[in-house]
């Protein structure tokens, strides 16, 4: 009988405790509000159970503050029956290819701000980077966007073009050997 006691202190002390279950219930609600964001496609390629991709997409729905926390807590409450390191996993992904995409967008639009404001010696720097450019060509769009840019004060078509182009040639991956 004694030791029938001591299996039920054993089983007991494994059990985690009510704050540790408080503070996943919690994490597993944070990461289905995550799941709410994103886009219908991302959130398709988690591959969730129906249940839970349900609720997500009515939450969605919800304009009711209050039915909105209900289905807030609906989901945290689904999400505890699911693996949560994957989605965890996932959405830091995301995350970082997200930031990766940022830097690239900053890095484009700083030499497109570069060549607008200074010119050629811009030009020749981001050659000097990239050889094989037509420096004419890239001279024309740089005057183009540099003309638009003072006339109408802002960026427009000109200027936008000129990012397109930025990207691309700044998207391609250079072989030095």
Known sequence: MSQ???????????RPSKSERKRNAHEAQALGEELVKLKELDLKAFE???A?????VEARRLTSRTA?????????????GV????????LASRG????RETQRFKRVEHWRDRLIAEGAPAL????KERPGMD???WLARVAAAAAERQKLGTTAAKSRELFRHLRALLDRVTITG
Do not use: C, T, W
Not at 52 to 56: G, H, K, R, S, T
Not at 96 to 99: L, R
Not at 124 to 127: Q, Y
């Open 4 to 14: 029938d006691r001591d299996e039920d202190f054993d089983d007991f002390d494994s």
């Open 135 to 137: 420096r004419d060509e």
């Open 52 to 56: 839970l991709y349900d609720a997500i």
């Open 96 to 99: 970082q290819e997200a930031a």
């Open 48 to 50: 969730l159970p129906e």
């Open 68 to 80: 909105l926390v209900r289905q807030r807590q609906l989901i945290g409450k689904l999400m505890r």
């Open 83 to 90: 693996e949560l390191d994957p989605i965890r996993a996932a």
């Open 124 to 127: 020749d720097e981001l050659m």
